[in-house]
T-cell receptor, first 112, second 114 residues
Framework: KQEVTQIPAALSVPEGENLVLNCSFT??????LQWFRQDPGKGLTSLLLIQSSQREQTSGRLNASLDKSSGRSTLYIAASQPGDSATYLCAVRPRGNNRLAFGKGNQVVVIP | NAGVTQTPKFQVLKTGQSMTLQCAQDMNHEYMSWYRQDPGMGLRLIHY???????DQGEVPNGYNVSRSTTEDFPLRLLSAAPSQTSVYFCASSYDGSGNQPQHFGDGTRLSIL
């Protein structure tokens, strides 16, 4: 069974610092890995999707990398802003089934 | 383009009552799914559908039924509500189930069972 871990569960950073969020997974046989953002009381918003054949994806200040062999992904947010405060979840799509396996998330607070 | 719409947003039920959580998408997505989100447990897949007329069980299907009579709608039914089903429920959709497309989520239904 695919296990997805995100550590730490919560972190605070001062505005302007770069954010680095880590996700690890136990089975490297995946179709893709997706990073989501969740605001309080809201659903999940897809930020970046990395296919298993890719090493990274970028969108604006966001960059996500994937090292399938070591079972790791990193979400990098440059020059953090208070509006980046949210919970960030990663999810992997295992090969052979349609079930996304989610981590429990990193709750981020950016301090003005 | 409304995306994924879930109704109701909030609901309180008594143990043993039944209800249907509605989910509709207007993006012509084939793949739809239901998750529940509980503190300390993360999101867990309840049921999913790869197209109209096709459904399958996820990780935690017991106590829930689904059907997919149209591409747009994927309702989730609680047959006899139990306190353990108190949770936030999310519906999601994607263009297909291949894993190449991102999933789009609704804003959730917050359900309390007394």
């Amino acid at each position: 069974k695919q296990e997805v871990t995100q550590i730490p569960a919560a972190l605070s950073v001062p505005e302007g610092e770069n954010l680095v969020l880590n996700c690890s997974f136990t089975d490297s046989a995946i179709y893709n890995l997706q990073w989501f953002r969740q605001d309080p009381g809201k659903g999940l918003t897809s930020l970046l999707l990395i296919q298993s054949s890719q090493r990274e994806q970028t969108s604006g200040r966001l960059n996500a990398s994937l090292d399938k062999s070591s079972g790791r992904s990193t979400l990098y947010i440059a020059a953090s802003q208070p509006g980046d405060s949210a919970t960030y979840l990663c999810a992997v799509r295992p090969r052979g089934n349609n079930r996304l396996a989610f981590g429990k998330g990193n709750q981020v607070v950016v301090i003005p | 383009n409304a995306g994924v719409t879930q109704t109701p947003k909030f609901q309180v039920l008594k143990t043993g009552q039944s209800m249907t959580l509605q989910c509709a998408q207007d993006m012509n997505h084939e793949y739809m799914s239901w998750y529940r989100q509980d503190p300390g447990m993360g999101l867990r897949l309840i049921h999913y559908s790869v197209g109209a007329g096709i459904t399958d069980q996820g990780e935690v299907p017991n106590g829930y039924n689904v059907s997919r009579s149209t591409t747009e709608d994927f309702p989730l039914r609680l047959l006899s509500a139990a306190p353990s089903q108190t949770s936030v429920y999310f519906c999601a959709s994607s263009y297909d189930g291949s894993g190449n497309q991102p999933q789009h989520f609704g804003d959730g239904t917050r359900l309390s069972i007394l």
